[in-house]
């Protein structure tokens, strides 16, 4: 074979090999052919008979429904894969979906701060939803800075009480001195304002802490303490019933990259119809988990009108301290927060009401 052949030869085989791995790795990085099934690694902090899972099996098993079943999704709860570094874990490819809480990236993400601090947003059925929808678009935004796409903003926990093991949180003399768990820099911000102690404990381990005493309150939504238990070392539950963190559903954007564009619309409707449905569940579950622990010897406890207002005050005091460091989506966040204000103050009006004792 002359000089030229066999360059010709050579060149020929070569451009077949990068016609190859051209093909290949369309296919490995690019979208999938619409009937290709995927195996998709997910993760949350919490345990699978948390609310917070149930919503993530419903976003799952509804986009199945509309994709033959294409996504074989394999479950890692209670922190078992990346602990609550679920936005790190995104962005580095060990998880595709995470159940996302804000408060484990707000002391870094400011523009999330606001959501973490005590009464941002309704409760209410009517109003979880509209908030929801209104802030998506600037979380979302927020959140794919970091490599990591919002499929679903939606009311993903119930209302947020103080749980201890040896007082009611009734008023600032019961706060001085209580060392209350919190979750990340702006909830630790807040009990510091209302008068107590913070420390960062993580779910997986919060149970032992309140039963050896490193802290004896936490600042824990209701399906946190009853899907975790709380209530069988710490039963003294003060009812302030706030909002305290913010959950969504997100794919990791090396992962959405790989997904059928019609699949990542059909994920993209699922998400915005879940939220509906995830904020009457909220309401509706309430009381059957208050009644529930209370069976299992919980005690519950409604503050005065005072101790409401004072707590209220200082939080107004934490959003203040943030309103100049965010960018324009955190101010966006902002602003829809203080529209809705006005209307998340009141006491709690689901489950028993009792006055605590002074």
Same mark, same amino acid.
């Given at each position: 074979?002359?000089?030229?052949?066999?360059?010709?030869?050579?060149?020929?085989?070569?451009?077949?090999?990068?016609?190859?791995?051209?093909?290949?790795?369309?296919?490995?990085?690019?979208?999938?052919?619409?009937?290709?099934?995927?195996?998709?690694?997910?993760?949350?902090?919490?345990?699978?008979?948390?609310?917070?899972?149930?919503?993530?099996?419903?976003?799952?098993?509804?986009?199945?429904?509309?994709?033959?079943?294409?996504?074989?999704?394999?479950?890692?709860?209670?922190?078992?894969?990346?602990?609550?570094?679920?936005?790190?874990?995104?962005?580095?490819?060990?998880?595709?979906?995470?159940?996302?809480?804000?408060?484990?990236?707000?002391?870094?993400?400011?523009?999330?701060?606001?959501?973490?601090?005590?009464?941002?947003?309704?409760?209410?059925?009517?109003?979880?939803?509209?908030?929801?929808?209104?802030?998506?678009?600037?979380? &979302?935004? /927020?959140? +794919?800075?970091? =490599? @990591?796409? $919002? #499929?679903?903003?939606?009311?993903?926990?119930?209302?947020?009480?103080?749980?201890?093991?040896?007082?009611?949180?009734?008023?600032?003399?019961?706060?001085?001195?209580?060392?209350?768990?919190?979750?990340?820099?702006?909830?630790? &911000?807040? /009990?510091? +304002?209302?008068? =107590? @102690?913070? $420390? #960062?404990?993580?779910?997986?381990?919060?149970?032992?802490?309140?039963?050896?005493?490193?802290?004896?309150?936490?600042?824990?939504?209701?399906?946190?303490?009853?899907?975790?238990?709380?209530?069988?070392?710490?039963?003294?539950?003060?009812? /302030?019933?706030?909002?305290?963190?913010?959950?969504?559903?997100?794919?990791?954007?090396?992962?959405?990259?790989?997904?059928?564009?019609?699949?990542?619309?059909?994920?993209?409707?699922?998400?915005?119809?879940?939220?509906?449905?995830?904020?009457?569940?909220?309401?509706?579950?309430?009381?059957?988990?208050?009644?529930?622990?209370?069976?299992?010897?919980?005690?519950?406890?409604?503050?005065?009108?005072?101790?409401?207002?004072?707590?209220?005050?200082?939080?107004?005091?934490?959003?203040?301290?943030?309103?100049?460091?965010?960018?324009?989506?955190?101010?966006?966040?902002?602003?829809?927060?203080?529209?809705?204000?006005?209307?998340?103050?009141?006491?709690?009006?689901?489950?028993?009401?009792?006055?605590?004792?002074?």
């Amino acid at each position: 074979m002359s000089q030229s052949s066999s360059t010709r030869s050579h060149g020929l085989r070569g451009a077949i090999a990068a016609a190859t791995f051209a093909v290949a790795a369309a296919f490995s990085f690019g979208p999938q052919p619409a009937s290709a099934q995927m195996t998709l690694q997910a993760t949350s902090i919490f345990p699978d008979a948390d609310f917070s899972s149930k919503v993530l099996l419903e976003w799952v098993n509804r986009v199945n429904e509309r994709t033959d079943g294409r996504y074989n999704v394999r479950y890692h709860w209670a922190g078992s894969l990346v602990g609550n570094r679920t936005l790190d874990g995104l962005s580095d490819g060990v998880v595709d979906i995470a159940v996302q809480f804000t408060p484990y990236v707000s002391g870094d993400i400011i523009d999330l701060g606001v959501l973490d601090i005590p009464f941002s947003f309704p409760l209410d059925a009517e109003g979880l939803t509209a908030f929801h929808r209104d802030v998506k678009p600037y979380v &979302a935004n /927020i959140y +794919a800075k970091h =490599g @990591s796409h $919002v #499929v679903a903003a939606t009311p993903i926990i119930l209302p947020n009480p103080l749980t201890c093991t040896d007082r009611f949180l009734t008023g600032p003399d019961k706060w001085s001195g209580a060392v209350v768990r919190a979750a990340g820099r702006w909830q630790a &911000a807040s /009990i510091t +304002a209302w008068g =107590g @102690s913070p $420390v #960062v404990i993580s779910p997986a381990e919060l149970y032992s802490a309140l039963d050896r005493g490193t802290a004896n309150c936490a600042l824990m939504v209701y399906n946190g303490v009853n899907s975790m238990k709380l209530y069988e070392v710490a039963p003294q539950i003060t009812r /302030i019933d706030h909002s305290i963190a913010f959950g969504t559903i997100n794919i990791a954007q090396s992962t959405w990259d790989r997904i059928p564009e019609e699949d990542r619309v059909i994920m993209e409707e699922v998400g915005d119809e879940i939220v509906a449905w995830a904020a009457e569940a909220t309401n509706s579950m309430l009381a059957d988990v208050i009644a529930e622990m209370e069976a299992e010897g919980a005690q519950f406890c409604t503050p005065s009108d005072e101790e409401f207002a004072r707590l209220v005050s200082a939080a107004n005091s934490v959003i203040d301290t943030i309103r100049d460091e965010v960018s324009e989506d955190g101010a966006a966040i902002i602003r829809i927060v203080d529209e809705y204000r006005p209307r998340v103050t009141a006491k709690p009006t689901i489950g028993p009401n009792n006055p605590c004792p002074q």
